[in-house]
């Protein structure tokens, strides 16, 4: 399992890339132009191809320059949308931090539970009453039943 490059890695890697490309390119022109001067080849064909990689190897780091460039404007976006979630999360919690502090040590914040209890409890005991009317009522048809016989 191989774990994946972050984008700045990436464009490290492409960066390192170019410059091998520009060091091999510039090393091949080196040569051709030994060999011309020294040796009296015309090597002029030879010399557009590599002025030819050399342009090829400048738009590739234009390209890779823009690239990076929209990652920034990209991230510093994201950023900023973080931050100004944060600060209204930071807000809201100042208010909340607010309210506790009015509630703290008084029983306002007990209220809401206790009603809450009184429900459940009256639920409760509005089933026990049902339960209890069923057995009377089952009870009574038992007796009904077996007292006719």
């Keep these: 399992m191989e774990l994946e490059k972050n984008e700045a890695i990436e464009f490290k890697d492409k ?27 015309d090597t002029t064909s030879k010399t557009k191809n590599i002025e030819n990689i050399v342009n090829k190897i400048y738009s590739d780091a234009f390209i890779l320059t823009s690239q990076i460039n929209s990652e920034i404007v990209q991230n510093n976006n994201n950023i900023q949308s973080l931050d100004e979630y944060l600060n ?14 009015i509630v703290k040590g008084s029983r306002k914040g007990a209220i809401p539970r206790e009603k809450e209890m009184k429900i459940t409890e009256t639920r409760n005991y509005i089933e026990t009453g049902v339960y209890f009317a069923s057995i009377l009522g089952s009870l009574y048809l038992i007796y009904k039943h077996y007292s006719k016989k």
Excluded: C
């Design 15 to 41: 960066l390192k890339m170019l410059e091998s490309r520009f060091l091999i390119a510039m090393d091949r022109y080196r040569n051709t132009l030994q060999s011309q001067y020294l040796e009296g080849v």
């Design 88 to 101: 209204s999360l930071k807000s809201e919690v100042d208010k909340e931090n607010k309210t506790l502090q």
